[in-house]
């Protein structure tokens, strides 16, 4: 009995991260695929394990030191590449190694056993906490509604930057929030792929949806379904073939996109 | 005829260097203001410092806001920077000219979403409305971005190059649209081909880090040397041809 209901209580707060990994990483995907800012991303995804090491080393939360870590990298490439004469791309690649590095070094300097280590590299969604758990909900609340109220915005500002000056004076401030808003998804997603796998949780969905539409509102819907259709099922599939969860949905969401492909290859003939 | 925009003393610089030095100018209701210079003569810092996109370093730009509230300046960049594989429509795009009225949190309604089709439609690409942008030829681009300078019912319309990448065929076209469109719009257009707009334009403006009107539409060669303002005429005939500096 007892047995039972603790199952039934880790799987439907698996269930739950999928729903709200899904939802983050849909709307936050949409954007850095849409704007191309996949390797932007990719560089706070590495560099937030620098965060996670220092935490460890400390005794924090893993993932409240990759969260500031993530934001600090993402607003730091942006402050290199505007202000220290540093290209965007090479600035990137900087912070990419240096955060990699660093939680390197803190993880190796942390005296005994570190437990959940190979959980953030791989990601573990079995093994979630309520307070990550919270953090997702919270963040895919404050994303569904930053999206929907300042949808036009968002989508001009991603578009076309320079003209959407000529009408709003906060272009700036909105391209911070979005990447601050980004930077979160990644690093509580962290928690489902892991830091090597995290970044295809958030480009994949997004690419199934642009095999559908041209429209950047309908992408981000679909990248959400399609998200939640392929992290549901790689992580089903993983309990059956107790094979790890955040590898599998990665394998899945790939085979959705293949099938995706195929069924709208007439569209692009 | 009443003054839109009045340019005090202005000076600017771009990238750390000064493109214009005290430039006084008045746009005038109705005028048709064809803007040349050199490469580098400071065309483009001009059009920003009007809609406010350069902040100058000296002097200040007075708008009449009785004729002109913020809304009604239309704006067609010269290199467009929108991503055109983006996945966003032509109307979409189009809509985007409403969003200096509608603020930060707009929504369009239907109405809003009329009046787009109505610009597409008075441009003749209505039938593009839905495609993405890479379905689009440069003419067709060209018209869709004007679509978004004309939406908003601008009183004043700033064009910068817009020949630029139009092709030939249309280019012809492109400008009797404009003319039309004159008659309700006062326009200021920065062009290097001062004689394809010398049939249209009612007056010019030399622009080479100083600037000088000419209150004609018609310009000569010793103008624009008085005037400081070393660009390349195009003489147009029925056979294409070019006409280069003796030796």
């Given amino acids: 009995m007892f047995a039972s209901f603790f199952e039934y209580d880790f799987l439907f707060k698996s269930l739950l991260a999928v729903l709200f990994g899904s939802i983050t990483a849909g709307i936050a995907g949409s954007y850095i695929v849409a704007k191309k800012m996949v390797f932007l991303s990719g560089g706070i995804t590495h560099s937030s394990f620098g965060g996670i090491g220092i935490a460890y080393f400390i005794g924090m939360s893993p993932v409240l030191g990759a969260a500031c870590f993530g934001v600090a990298s993402a607003l730091g490439i942006q402050y290199m590449a505007s202000k220290q004469k540093v290209s965007e791309d090479s600035a990137i690649g900087f912070l990419w190694a240096f955060g990699m590095a660093l939680g390197i070094i803190f993880v190796y300097l942390t005296p005994g056993y570190t437990p959940d280590l190979m959980s953030y590299l791989f990601g573990s969604i079995l093994t979630i906490h309520n307070t990550d758990l919270i953090a997702l909900a919270i963040l895919a609340l404050i994303l569904l509604f930053f999206f929907m109220r300042y949808y036009r915005l968002i989508l001009y500002v991603a578009f076309d930057e320079g003209y959407a000056r000529t009408f709003s004076s906060r272009v700036d401030l909105f391209k911070y929030l979005l990447i601050i808003l980004v930077s979160l998804v990644i690093v509580l997603n962290i928690r489902i792929a892991g830091v090597v796998l995290v970044l295809s949780l958030l480009t994949i969905p997004p690419n199934i949806a642009l095999l559908f539409t041209g429209n950047f509102a309908k992408m981000i819907i679909i990248s959400i379904i399609a998200g939640f259709i392929g992290m549901l099922s790689g992580f089903v599939a993983s309990w059956y073939l107790n094979i790890p969860t955040g590898a599998t949905i990665i394998f899945t969401l790939v085979l959705l996109w293949v099938i995706s492909r195929i069924v709208t290859r007439r569209r692009w003939e | ?247």
């Fill in chain 2, 1 to 247: 005829m009443s003054t839109l925009i009045e340019l005090k003393n202005i000076s600017a610089s771009y990238n750390g260097d000064p493109v214009l030095e005290n430039v006084n100018f008045s746009i005038r209701e109705g005028d048709f203001i064809g803007v040349i210079g050199p490469n580098g003569g400071g065309k483009t810092t001009l059009l920003k410092v009007i809609l406010g996109l350069i902040k100058p370093t000296a002097g200040e730009v007075v708008y009449n806001r009785e004729k002109l509230k913020k809304n009604r300046i239309g704006y067609l960049p010269q290199i467009a920077e929108g991503d055109i594989n983006f996945p966003v429509s032509v109307k979409d795009v189009v809509l985007s000219g409403l969003m200096i009225i509608k603020g930060h949190s707009a929504r369009m309604s239907s109405e809003d979403r009329k009046k787009a089709d109505y610009v597409l439609q008075e441009l003749g690409i209505h039938h593009l409305s839905n495609k993405s942008l890479n379905k689009l030829s440069g003419g067709e681009l060209q018209r869709a971005y004007l679509c978004r300078a004309l939406i908003g019912s601008p009183k004043l319309l700033l064009l910068d190059e817009p020949g630029n990448f139009v092709d030939t065929s249309f280019e012809q076209g492109f400008y009797e649209i404009l003319k039309d469109l004159n008659e309700t719009v006062t326009i200021m257009m920065v062009s290097h081909d001062v004689g394809t707009i010398s049939t249209y334009v009612k007056s010019f403006a030399c622009v080479n880090r100083k600037l000088h009107y000419h209150d004609s539409g018609r310009i000569t060669t010793e103008q624009l040397k008085a005037y400081d303002c070393p660009i390349q005429l195009i003489a147009h005939g029925d056979v294409p041809h070019t006409v280069l500096k003796r030796h």
